[in-house]
């Protein structure tokens, strides 16, 4: 099993949609949940970061820890063409980052 | 300022060549990583150096050496690459006590030949 699993898509919907992306991951030591975006050909931007369990919000972006259920969520909402990319979950055990897993990432695309 | 530069952006080298990626960050960032990313996986992590030190290698190959001459700077030398070794190459940064909130570069790709 992996440590950290995430729906590929691809996901499409329409601008204007709420998105929900999902990660589940069977390592109840993690505690810290990251979000990137990663546009092609270009690095991993980091949108979201929360510790333990809760919700967290930034502008359009909301993201939810479960950690009873080890599984973490972000939402986006008023979904805009720019938001076109794929989305990586991330987590740790430790606030050092030396074990850092990333999910496989799930590519959004939003339509006009 | 949350940004890391990478150069060169594309690399074409054949396996006989040695180059050089280089990679700089002026966020007072003491921790620095490379990580190695195939299209449509997620970044794989192959170096950590805290505070200018080795502290984690992950198994990678010798043919990539790791450099960190001072606290904003990073290299990664290449030699005798094969062409399995092709990917974009991620550079990133945090704080070592935060090292869970990093900031990545825009990546080297690198085409071997």
């Known amino acids: 099993q992996k440590e950290v699993e995430q729906d590929p898509g691809p996901l499409s919907v329409p601008e204007g949609a709420i998105v929900s992306l999902n990660c589940t991951y069977s390592n109840s030591a993690f505690q810290y949940f990251m979000w990137y975006r990663q546009y092609s050909r270009k690095g991993p931007e980091l949108l979201m970061y929360?510790?333990?369990?809760g919700n967290k919000e930034d502008g359009r972006f909301t993201a939810q820890v479960d950690k009873s259920s080890k599984y973490i969520s972000l939402f986006i909402r008023d979904s805009q063409p720019s938001d076109s990319a794929t989305y990586l979950c991330?987590?740790?055990?430790?606030?050092?980052?030396?074990?850092?897993?990333f999910g496989t990432g799930t590519s959004l695309t939003v339509i006009p | 300022d949350t940004e890391v530069t990478q150069t060169p952006k594309h690399l074409v080298m054949g396996m006989t060549n040695k180059k050089s990626l280089k990679c700089e960050q002026h966020?007072?960032?003491?921790?620095m990583y490379w990580y190695k990313q195939k299209a449509k996986k997620p970044p794989e992590l192959m170096f950590v150096?805290?505070?200018?030190?080795?502290?984690i290698n992950e198994s990678v190959p010798s043919r990539f050496s790791p450099e960190c001459p001072n606290s904003s700077l990073l290299n990664l030398h290449l030699h005798a690459l094969q062409p399995e070794d092709s990917a974009l190459y991620l550079c990133?940064?945090?704080?070592?006590?935060?090292?869970?909130?990093?900031?990545f570069g825009p990546g080297t790709r690198l085409t071997v030949t």
């Open positions: 990133a940064s945090s704080q070592p006590s935060t090292g869970s909130e990093q900031y």
């Open positions: 150096y805290s505070y200018e030190k080795l502290s």
């Open positions: 991330a987590m740790s055990a430790s606030s050092t980052g030396n074990q850092f897993y």
């Open positions: 966020m007072g960032h003491r921790a």
């Open positions: 929360t510790y333990s369990s």
